[in-house]
């Protein structure tokens, strides 16, 4: 089935680490999203990009970082400078930009220990 | 640049009740809407979008919206609810001439037995 697949599921990081989320796709799509979402808050956006080799920060990109070397990958790594990285991640792809329906992976949880 | 106000953060109701969950924008140009849906520790799948055309939109699981211009609004209805209702909704807005989808903060809809 296509869709999108996020891991890991539960990821547990030490202060002062780096911690890297993938994000795979087999729908084809061009656009690619990573999001924030604290408990019952709402999705922040943190970086997304709109083809290969190419990306643009989001509202809250600060301690994160992203590539794009493969149209189906948009890893983000989640670096020592985010003060607080604690939260639910969600990646998600669209068609293209003036694509009309966003696709979500099932979401990774990040907890710092 | 878009913005969405959910009127509500928490809807309590209870099961076979009618529910309303309330959302409005903000644009300068012309917009698609969405509501999109997410069930505990999952990502968001859509729920019903409006592109053009009947204003009167039907999505999954019996909801439906309604778009209204003059209020630019996008309010959700469900005649009739279930526990599985429960879950938060997201309304979100974007820009028909291709950008970044904006989302609310989100409706926790509760249905009690």
């Known amino acids: 089935d296509g869709g999108i697949t996020q891991s890991p599921k539960y990821l547990f990081r030490k202060e002062g680490q780096n911690v890297t989320l993938s994000c795979e796709q087999n729908l084809n799509h061009d656009a690619m999203y990573w999001y924030r979402q604290d408990p019952g808050q709402g999705l922040r956006l943190i970086y997304y990009?709109?083809?290969?080799?190419?990306?643009q920060k989001g509202d809250i990109a600060e301690g994160y970082s992203v590539s794009r070397e493969k149209k189906e990958s948009f890893p983000l790594t989640v670096t020592s400078a985010q003060k607080n990285p604690t939260a639910f991640y969600l990646c998600?792809?669209?068609?293209?930009?003036?694509?009309?329906?966003?696709?979500f992976g099932e979401g990774s949880w990040l907890t710092v220990v | 640049a878009q913005s969405v106000t959910q009127l509500d953060s928490q809807v309590p109701v209870f099961e076979e009740a009618p529910v309303e969950l309330r959302c409005n924008y903000s644009?300068?140009?012309?917009?698609?809407l969405f509501w999109y849906v997410q069930y505990p520790n999952q990502g968001l799948q859509l729920l019903l979008k409006y592109l053009s055309g009947s204003t009167l939109v039907k999505g999954i699981n019996g909801f439906e919206a309604e778009f209204n211009k003059s209020q630019t609004s996008f309010h959700l209805r469900k005649p009739s609810v279930h526990i599985s209702d429960t879950a938060e909704y997201f309304c979100?807005?974007?820009?028909?001439?291709?950008?970044?989808?904006?989302f609310g903060d989100g409706t926790t809809l509760t249905v009690k037995p």
């Open positions: 990009s709109q083809i290969v080799n190419d990306f």
């Open positions: 644009s300068s140009v012309s917009v698609y």
């Open positions: 998600a792809s669209e068609q293209g930009m003036a694509g009309n329906t966003i696709y």
């Open positions: 979100a807005v974007k820009a028909t001439n291709a950008g970044k989808s904006t």
